[in-house]
């Protein structure tokens, strides 16, 4: 079965940032949409940003212009550059893989998942 390693999380300062990664495994990914999610203590998990095979984008609202979201199939990548991080970025973020080229924002939507890396950020 597929599977998703997550790695780049950890302790920032408000404005600093980080780079997430997610390297699959299983199966190549090349031709279905990834995305990122992540979810705040007590909050539900939501949608940040997916990328599909051909590199069409689509972002949050809350993190357009600070996240960017990439791909690199040759080594079955996923990133998340995250830039001018903010305190309500704090999550844990989730790669995950829909078995799509179709883009969605919708977690149901989405086959494997990654057991998440801790992102946090302070005032």
């Known amino acids: 079965q597929a599977q998703l390693v997550e790695s780049g999380g950890g302790l920032v300062q408000a404005g600093g940032s980080l780079r997430l990664s997610c390297t699959g495994s299983g199966r190549t990914f090349n031709r279905d949409t990834m995305g990122w999610f992540r979810q705040a203590p007590g909050k539900e998990r939501e949608f940040v940003a997916a990328?599909?095979?051909?590199?069409?984008?689509y972002y949050a609202g809350s993190v357009k212009g600070r996240f960017t979201i990439s791909r690199l199939n040759a080594k079955n990548t996923l990133y998340l550059q995250m830039n001018n991080l903010k305190p309500e970025d704090t999550a844990v973020y989730y790669c995950?893989?829909?078995?799509?080229?179709?883009?969605?924002?919708?977690?149901?939507?989405?086959?494997?998942w990654g057991q998440g890396t801790q992102v946090t950020v302070s005032s």
């Open positions: 995950a893989v829909k078995s799509s080229m179709v883009l969605t924002t919708r977690s149901s939507e989405y086959d494997n």
């Open positions: 990328i599909n095979y051909n590199g069409y984008t």
